[in-house]
């Protein structure tokens, strides 16, 4: 059987993979990236990118619904759900055969198939043609991702059930939803389907939605969710699913009993766990646990020379943008570049409509770790420029340390939250003070304007807005 040897080679596609192998490319090792799939993994294929085109594309179709507001004159306005999917796909197919390009442009060598670790330096490949091969390598990197969890539960195998990755597969938007689950995957995919129409019902077994972001935003984030027409029923456990005359019916334990929901589809996303790529890690002597491989701060396992990141490393952040970071830092140190991930300060982000980013201590975590807090918040509604696109919804809201002044965490509700928080994300990593934000000069007229008022409003100060 056929043997080569590389310096450095990759089990898995998706962004922290892909970056390690072209950061390893370009400090000059002989890399071989190895996906099973479609190089870009969950991520580019069935997550972020196709969830954002269906994101982008609703938020299109609500502002074309709200022409007359902005002095335009439409007729009906409808939509082929079977044209959106198929820019979707052509969208997907644009970015993985671009990225693709840029693997064969870095000389990294790509092969489709299935790889098993044989030992940290030995690997055996079944490609998907059938051919097998074997690599010897000097370094190896983990990087096979994360998977659904599905609950024990009565109905989970019915037609109908489906997980986010079907859900964003559908060919027909279906008349009704149940979402299970509260997570940012859950609303992100209940503002979707709702925003296309779909009565969405999401049915949560918890007391609160987004466990990781700021309660107070949270909880205005619901509100506007509601206004869309979801029906988010908490601390509602659900039991069972049963096949119904048309579509399926949910049986949740709620205070007062059981309650019974119809929907046409279900969607179940209580969230994700590592995925260790069926290799055997036991054989291997790699020390794990049910939440993903052990990992220092230089992406390093507890086996000289093989290293993890992304979704299957412990403990997940199950990001993207954490998993780029970490494949940028494993490279630089199998090419012998000593450097460290420190995820102290990652930006979250949720493209649901609107959206919702946080950086850094949500007021309850700084309260919980003793700080004097202070916080400054300022509405959307105050900010010239979403007042004249039309998308007022929404605040910025500053944590801070009373004693200092030190930014502590930002957190935005409102129009591209996702993008305005990365000033926040500066802020926290630098220990900048409320005093800086506020001195700092802020171009008008732009949304970025409200982290500015947000800070004035630390003090009282906000300029427009009593």
């Given at each position: 059987?056929?043997?080569?040897?590389?310096?450095?080679?990759?089990?898995?596609?998706?962004?922290?993979?892909?970056?390690?192998?072209?950061?390893?490319?370009?400090?000059?090792?002989?890399?071989?990236?190895?996906?099973?799939?479609?190089?870009?993994?969950?991520?580019?294929?069935?997550?972020?990118?196709?969830?954002?085109?269906?994101?982008?594309?609703?938020?299109?179709?609500?502002?074309?619904?709200?022409?007359?507001?902005?002095?335009?004159?439409?007729?009906?306005?409808?939509?082929?759900?079977?044209?959106?999917?198929?820019?979707?796909?052509?969208?997907?197919?644009?970015?993985?055969?671009?990225?693709?390009?840029?693997?064969?442009?870095?000389?990294?060598?790509?092969?489709?198939?299935?790889?098993?670790?044989?030992?940290?330096?030995?690997?055996?490949v079944k490609l998907s043609d059938g051919a097998?091969?074997?690599?010897?390598?000097?370094?190896?990197?983990?990087?096979?991702?994360?998977?659904?969890?599905?609950?024990?539960?009565?109905?989970?195998?019915?037609?109908?059930?489906?997980?986010?990755?079907?859900?964003?597969?559908?060919?027909?938007?279906?008349?009704?939803?149940?979402?299970?689950?509260?997570?940012?995957?859950?609303?992100?995919?209940?503002?979707?389907?709702?925003?296309?129409?779909?009565?969405?019902?999401?049915?949560?077994?918890?007391?609160?939605?987004?466990?990781?972001?700021?309660?107070?935003?949270?909880?205005?984030?619901?509100?506007?969710?509601?206004?869309?027409?979801?029906?988010?029923?908490?601390?509602?456990?659900?039991?069972?699913?049963?096949?119904?005359?048309?579509?399926?019916?949910?049986?949740?334990?709620?205070?007062?009993?059981?309650?019974?929901?119809?929907?046409?589809?279900?969607?179940?996303?209580?969230?994700?766990?590592?995925?260790?790529?069926?290799?055997?890690?036991?054989?291997?002597?790699?020390?794990?646990?049910?939440?993903?491989?052990?990992?220092?701060?230089?992406?390093?396992?507890?086996?000289?020379?093989?290293?993890?990141?992304?979704?299957?490393?412990?403990?997940?952040?199950?990001?993207?943008?954490?998993?780029?970071?970490?494949?940028?830092?494993?490279?630089?140190?199998?090419a012998g570049k000593r450097t460290g991930f420190?995820?102290?300060?990652?930006?979250?982000?949720?493209?649901?409509?609107?959206?919702?980013?946080?950086?850094?201590?949500?007021?309850?975590?700084?309260?919980?770790?003793?700080?004097?807090?202070?916080?400054?918040?300022?509405?959307?509604?105050?900010?010239?420029?979403?007042?004249?696109?039309?998308?007022?919804?929404?605040?910025?809201?500053?944590?801070?340390?009373?004693?200092?002044?030190?930014?502590?965490?930002?957190?935005?509700?409102?129009?591209?939250?996702?993008?305005?928080?990365?000033?926040?994300?500066?802020?926290?990593?630098?220990?900048?003070?409320?005093?800086?934000?506020?001195?700092?000069?802020?171009?008008?007229?732009?949304?970025s304007e409200a982290v500015w008022e947000a800070?004035?409003?630390?003090?009282?100060?906000?300029?427009?807005?009593?």
């Amino acid at each position: 059987m056929e043997v080569r040897h590389y310096q450095l080679t990759i089990i898995g596609g998706g962004p922290g993979g892909y970056t390690t192998a072209l950061k390893a490319a370009a400090l000059g090792l002989k890399t071989l990236l190895i996906e099973k799939e479609s190089l870009g993994g969950t991520c580019l294929n069935h997550g972020c990118i196709p969830t954002k085109v269906l994101t982008n594309t609703a938020s299109i179709y609500q502002k074309i619904k709200r022409a007359e507001e902005f002095g335009f004159t439409t007729g009906p306005v409808g939509f082929s759900f079977q044209k959106i999917q198929a820019r979707k796909a052509a969208i997907v197919k644009q970015l993985t055969d671009g990225l693709q390009k840029l693997l064969k442009g870095a000389s990294v060598e790509v092969w489709h198939g299935d790889a098993r670790t044989v030992s940290p330096s030995r690997l055996a490949v079944k490609l998907s043609d059938g051919a097998e091969r074997y690599v010897t390598t000097d370094k190896l990197v983990l990087a096979t991702g994360s998977e659904e969890i599905l609950p024990s539960l009565p109905g989970l195998a019915l037609p109908g059930v489906i997980t986010s990755r079907e859900a964003l597969a559908l060919e027909d938007l279906p008349p009704s939803l149940a979402v299970i689950g509260g997570g940012v995957i859950a609303l992100e995919m209940a503002s979707i389907f709702a925003s296309f129409g779909c009565a969405v019902t999401i049915v949560h077994r918890s007391e609160r939605l987004l466990r990781r972001m700021d309660l107070e935003m949270v909880r205005r984030l619901a509100v506007f969710l509601r206004r869309k027409g979801i029906d988010i029923k908490m601390n509602t456990p659900l039991q069972k699913i049963e096949p119904a005359v048309a579509g399926l019916l949910l049986t949740a334990k709620t205070r007062s009993g059981e309650e019974s929901i119809a929907a046409d589809k279900v969607l179940i996303s209580i969230g994700r766990k590592a995925c260790f790529g069926n290799q055997d890690l036991d054989a291997l002597k790699l020390m794990y646990s049910p939440q993903g491989i052990g990992v220092n701060e230089y992406m390093e396992t507890n086996i000289d020379g093989v290293y993890a990141v992304g979704d299957v490393t412990a403990p997940g952040y199950f990001l993207a943008h954490v998993a780029t970071h970490q494949g940028l830092v494993a490279a630089q140190n199998a090419a012998g570049k000593r450097t460290g991930f420190h995820g102290s300060v990652v930006p979250m982000c949720l493209f649901t409509d609107p959206e919702l980013a946080g950086v850094g201590l949500t007021e309850e975590e700084a309260r919980e770790k003793g700080y004097a807090v202070k916080t400054g918040k300022f509405p959307f509604s105050g900010n010239g420029k979403a007042v004249t696109q039309g998308e007022e919804d929404g605040l910025v809201k500053l944590v801070s340390n009373a004693e200092n002044g030190v930014v502590l965490g930002v957190h935005i509700l409102g129009p591209h939250a996702s993008d305005l928080i990365q000033e926040g994300t500066l802020a926290v990593s630098q220990g900048v003070k409320v005093s800086d934000l506020a001195d700092l000069i802020h171009p008008h007229p732009t949304l970025s304007e409200a982290v500015w008022e947000a800070s004035l409003a630390v003090t009282g100060a906000a300029l427009h807005f009593r």
